[in-house]
């Protein structure tokens, strides 16, 4: 094989299995992607955070995950409540740690800091997701 197919270059160019972070200080790996992307609703956050052109205010990020999930139907009662709880106790905590967002509590705000080979598993999967 010419390539690895899991770090995008000739085979022996880096750890098996690897992908830059955004900012390509730590690798990003495939485990970690199919972890990150494992679950729908860390998935539509990331949806609106990738298709962002900049940061995004947690409530905006809320309410575009609870629109999506409801497919615009009314959502039942508490949803958005508990949308937002697991994106703060969760979801975001679960992003920041891999280094996809960076999330300020106290003002509220999401920035995605980007990742080519995040985003393109992350398209795959909207289009299944449609």
Known sequence: ???????GGPAGDGPRGSFLRGDGSD?????TIFELLADRRRR?????LADADGPVRFDALVEAVVDWES???APPRGHEERVAT???HS???????AG???YDESDGVVRYRGSETLE???DAARDDDA
Do not use: C
Not at 1 to 7: K, R, T
Not at 91 to 97: E, F, G, T, V, W
């Open 71 to 73: 497919a615009g139907l």
């Open 86 to 88: 697991a994106l703060h």
């Open 27 to 31: 690798p990003l790996t495939a485990t």
């Open 91 to 97: 979801h975001l905590p679960q992003l920041a740690d």
């Open 44 to 48: 539509a956050a990331l949806y609106r």
């Open 100 to 102: 996809v967002v960076d």
């Open 120 to 122: 393109r598993y992350l």
């Open 1 to 7: 094989m010419s390539g690895d197919f899991l770090s």
